[in-house]
């Protein structure tokens, strides 16, 4: 039988990989958070159908910025046996042109993943980003 508390804790730890990997630029991390056949969908900018296209997708997306700092809070966790539900807030600040600071990028919304335990332990299969507010330097989008 799992312990409950350990779940949500590798479900937390697996939700912070996920934000690490973005911000170091660690592919190989970030595709750890994945199953092989995770749907994404991103909202407005896009959905994503397998591991490799959502690597794809964030490789083209993050590896010409300047830093990023994506943050997750308020780890709301359900686990029934091998399934589990997390809802999470992000906060991602973003350097969109590495070396100009004025070219910040705001982003605040929340993540719904749906996940499953695998024999490497606990992966996303369903992402869905719902943004509340992103805003530039120059407005708000």
């Known amino acids: 039988m799992n312990d409950f508390r350990e779940d949500q804790a590798q479900i ?12 170091q630029r660690d592919w190989p991390l970030f595709r750890t958070c994945w199953t092989a056949d995770v749907e994404a969908d991103y909202g407005q900018i896009g959905t994503f159908s397998g591991v490799d296209a959502l690597t794809d997708f964030m490789v083209a997306s993050h590896d010409a910025m300047g830093p990023t700092h994506h943050r997750l809070s308020n ?16 906060h991602a600040i973003l350097i969109a042109v590495p070396g100009d600071p004025s070219s910040w990028i705001d982003a605040v919304g ?29 407005s708000v989008v």
């Open 75 to 90: 780890f709301v966790i359900d686990v029934s046996g091998d399934t589990a539900t997390a809802r999470s807030y992000v």
């Open 12 to 23: 937390g730890e697996l939700l912070i990989r996920y934000a690490t990997g973005v911000d």
């Open 110 to 138: 929340n993540y719904e993943d749906t996940l499953v335990r695998t024999s490497d332990g606990w992966r996303i299969d369903k992402r869905v980003v719902n943004m509340a507010r992103v805003m530039t330097a120059n």
